[in-house]
């Protein structure tokens, strides 16, 4: 092949992953944007380790470098042979000990953060503040759910959070293994059935104006064929504007007003309602809570965690939830519902608002 042409190639190819890797950087999704305590200390691991990776592979392509060109067999010298050291000691405790002391640079801080994020003794029920936020993360095929045990308020795929204080978290899944994670905020955890995994986190107000108030959650272990499209988002409001939307959730009534939404509700009452709840204070036991709680639906940022939220989508995702999430868990309604009480639905979902 043409030289110019490989070049040429060469640089195409450059110039394409420098732009692919210059999209990763968003304000509401990279770990590379730390956005609170948890997402600051991890990312100065990440800085630490890569540092003394990148001081490692630097040394030894230039002693190799070196040992290369010094000793290549030169014109003349074919049959010459080096001097042959063995068991030098000096060198063999240099290339021990220098090991060892990085081991240990990498290894104190990254003990002591270990310790320090999972320091969750505040969330202890006995001895609580009335003050610390708890939320119980609970994972689904392929949906979120969020139950605040201290004001008997549940809410789905829309997680809200006071800013600059630590909110802590008790994990769990209700089917599979799932991971719960946001990138520029902290985790990932392991949502398990058999046990809770706690932690806390803590979300900047700074990096949340900076991330226009939305910070983007993700399922972090391969659950299934919608594993990728198990999206959650994160509202982090000040702590006064978070109090204020705890008391509306704890009295929204959800009412139809007009006649179309009336009649939606009438439908829902009779298809969805085994399902769904529709009031945030709902006293259902976990294992009949099998779908997204729609008590503030209307206020959702996406329909089912991934589409936008519109009329026109939330019909898309009535009339054929599989063509959005393909194995997804809403299941006995396709097919079974017309264009009319389709569109009655639809004003009635999006009614259902607390904001
Ligand atoms: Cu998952």
């Known amino acids: 092949m043409k030289k110019w042409l490989l070049n040429w190639r060469l640089f195409s190819l450059f110039s394409v992953m420098a732009l692919l890797l210059a999209g990763c950087g968003k304000p509401f999704l990279s770990a590379l ?6 997402a600051d200390m991890q990312y100065s691991l990440m800085l630490l380790s890569t540092a003394i990776m990148v001081l490692v592979i630097v040394v030894v392509t230039i002693i190799f470098i070196y040992v290369v060109i010094r000793f290549r067999r030169r014109k003349g010298e074919e049959n010459k042979i080096p001097k042959q050291v063995e068991g030098s000691h000096k060198l063999e405790i240099i290339w021990t000990v220098i090991p060892i002391l990085l081991l240990i640079i990498l290894a104190v801080p990254t003990v002591s953060a270990t ?4 320091d969750v003794k505040p969330m202890n029920k006995e001895k609580r503040d009335k003050n610390t936020v708890v939320v119980n993360v609970r994972a689904n095929l392929y949906w979120w759910e969020f139950e605040y045990p201290d004001y008997g308020i549940i809410t789905s795929q829309d997680l809200v959070v006071p800013t600059d204080e630590r909110v802590y978290f008790n994990l769990k899944s209700s ?12 985790g990932k955890l392991d949502t398990n059935v058999e046990n809770n ?15 226009k108030g939305v910070f983007y959650g993700k399922c972090a272990e391969l659950c299934g064929p919608s594993h990728a499209l198990m999206d959650f988002k994160v509202k982090p409001l000040p702590r006064k504007e978070f109090d204020q939307w705890v008391e509306k959730m704890k009295n929204a009534k959800p009412a139809a007003t007009d006649a179309v939404a009336k009649e939606g509700e009438e439908i829902f009452n009779k298809s969805c309602i085994g399902c769904h709840a529709v009031t945030p ?3 259902r036991p976990e294992q009949a809570r099998t779908a997204p709680n729609l008590a503030n639906f209307g206020d959702r940022e996406r329909i089912a965690g991934i589409l936008k939220h519109d009329e026109e989508n939330l019909k898309k995702w009535l009339k054929d939830p599989d ?3 393909p ?3 809403m299941t006995g309604t396709y097919g079974k519902l017309t264009d009319a009480q389709i569109d009655a639905l639809t004003k009635y979902l999006m009614s259902l608002k607390v904001e």
């Open 197 to 211: 995994n706690q932690f806390w986190l803590e979300f900047d107000q700074k990096a949340a104006d900076k991330a």
């Open 115 to 118: 310790f320090k994020l999972s």
């Open 281 to 283: 204070a709902d006293k």
């Open 33 to 38: 944007q730390p956005a609170g305590e948890v």
């Open 175 to 186: 089917d599979v293994k799932h991971s719960f994670w946001i990138p520029a905020v902290g």
């Open 323 to 325: 063509s959005v999430k």
């Open 327 to 329: 194995g997804n868990k």
